[in-house]
């Protein structure tokens, strides 16, 4: 079973670009989250969809936006970008249901965003 | 608001010593916790994981210590092992409500010495 994939791996902007991360979760599994993780805080949630509507929004500026397609693939994007934004941000999967018996996330290896 | 604090953020061990990781809570809400690892260059992944209605949940030499009337949880590792070398992360949740977002803890960053 193919694991969360996520695309590019690694990338570099500059200031005041955008930028367009993707995933695609464990094939069965309806939802995807993404974390923003940083040394000093940690991973921080941004925002979890489940067949393609957002359940759930974390503590990030509207710059933040994101999306599923019906396929359940999502894509992230940032825009005006600032150095701020360098972080690894990272996609998680999982059934996101509660008739499944843990909330088990199954995270991908990570988009690493390079701010210059 | 830090809802999960996480300490130490840094733990050296010799190899066969336990490592002893703490977090604590604030949301008495939360009923869902779990232990994520993660090595360098790749994604966290879970470990193991525990609901309050047990005060310990052992899998191999991994151990959880649940305390709901101090809301604190900890993770044990026993006989600790160079390939432990990771860092850990403590979450909790509210499964089953409407919110269906993991709060993480900062981390910790484990060093295992042969």
């Known amino acids: 079973k193919a694991g969360v994939t996520q695309t590019p791996r690694y990338l570099i902007k500059t200031r005041g670009q955008q930028v367009t991360l993707s995933c695609s979760p464990i094939?069965?599994?309806?939802?995807v989250s993404w974390y923003q993780q940083t040394p000093g805080q940690g991973l921080q949630f941004l925002f979890e969809?489940?067949?393609?509507?957002?359940?759930n929004k974390g503590n990030f500026p509207g710059r933040f936006s994101g999306r599923q397609f019906s396929n359940s693939r999502s894509e992230m994007n940032v825009s005006t970008l600032e150095l701020g934004d360098s972080a690894l941000y990272l996609c998680?999967?999982?059934?996101?249901?509660?008739?499944?018996?843990?909330?088990?996330?199954?995270f991908g290896e990570g988009s690493r965003l390079t701010v210059l | 608001q830090q809802q999960v604090k996480q300490s130490p953020q840094s733990l050296i061990v010799q190899k066969g010593g336990i490592s002893i990781i703490n977090c604590a809570y604030e949301?008495?809400?939360?009923?869902?916790f779990p232990w994520y690892q993660q090595f360098p260059g790749k994604g966290p992944a879970l470990l193991i994981a525990?609901?309050?209605?047990?005060s310990e949940k052992k899998e191999g030499r991994f151990t959880i210590s649940f305390n709901k009337s101090a809301k604190q949880f900890s993770l044990h590792i026993m006989d600790s092992q160079p390939g432990d070398s990771a860092t850990y992360f403590c979450?909790?949740?509210?499964?089953?409500?409407?919110?269906?977002?993991?709060?993480f803890g900062k981390g910790t960053l484990l060093t295992v010495n042969p």
């Open positions: 979450a909790a949740q509210r499964w089953g409500g409407s919110n269906y977002k993991l709060t």
């Open positions: 998680a999967s999982s059934h996101g249901q509660v008739s499944f018996l843990t909330g088990e996330l199954f």
């Open positions: 525990i609901r309050p209605d047990v």
């Open positions: 949301n008495t809400a939360f009923d869902y």
């Open positions: 094939s069965g599994h309806r939802s």
């Open positions: 969809y489940f067949s393609e509507t957002q359940r």
